[in-house]
């Protein structure tokens, strides 16, 4: 069965999706002046698992089709990351969090077994910054200034990439982190529609 065209659409509706996924958190971010229910180590194990992710892919030379929207999510997680602390009142440790991520990302593909362990890690590192998410909106009870449709998004962009991973690499590890993120992505985005607080009607 030819899967070119799906595969392109697969690829293309992914990077586009990307392109603008993180922009509706960063926009109620921006509109409530407030970062209550968003997890600050969700957001910095999910931007470890891209950046481990990305350097994998490219290590192994994989077709940039299947990885192009990392390098777009990555930078928009570190303005999410940015727009946290700048609400926490914790802007200046953005130079600690800068100098570990880029020092990291050198030692990543110093070895060959260095990038296949981190690869191996990955999946539990980027599961774990979706259990901290629930953790955070479990405990809060209030998902106001966390966006549902960046969360749905995430989910439609794993299920795109369980599609091309089958049909171009079929990497096993690869696919394994995708299937898993899928699951935890929806469970994400069915605790934040639960836990929306009721909008009040104007008199």
């Known amino acids: 069965m030819d899967y070119g065209l ?23 971010l921006l509109r409530a002046k407030s970062s209550a229910g968003v997890s600050l180590n969700s957001l910095l ?33 570190v303005i999410l990351l940015l727009l946290i602390l700048h609400y926490n009142g914790n802007l200046k440790q953005s130079l600690i969090y800068a100098a570990v991520f880029v020092g990291g990302w050198k030692l990543l593909t110093i070895e060959k077994w260095v990038i296949d ?26 998902s106001g200034q966390v966006s549902t449709l960046t969360w749905a998004l995430a989910s439609y962009t794993c299920l795109a990439r369980i599609f091309t991973t089958l049909v171009t690499t079929g ?28 909008t009040k009607k104007q008199d």
């Open 6 to 28: 799906p595969l392109h659409v697969a690829n293309f509706s992914t990077l586009f999706v990307c392109a603008v996924l993180k922009f509706p958190q960063m926009f109620v």
């Open 45 to 77: 194990l999910e931007l470890l698992g891209f950046i481990v992710f990305v350097s994998y892919q490219m290590y192994y030379d994989y077709p940039p089709p299947t990885y192009l929207e990392y390098p777009i999510l990555i930078a928009q997680d």
């Open 117 to 142: 362990l981190a690869m191996s890690l990955c999946t539990f590192i980027s599961a774990g910054s979706k259990l901290a998410q629930l953790q955070c909106l479990w405990r809060s009870k209030n």
């Open 171 to 198: 990497d096993t590890r690869v696919l394994v982190r995708f299937v898993a993120m899928t699951i935890l992505n929806v469970w994400v985005t069915l605790t934040v529609m639960y836990y929306k607080p009721a």
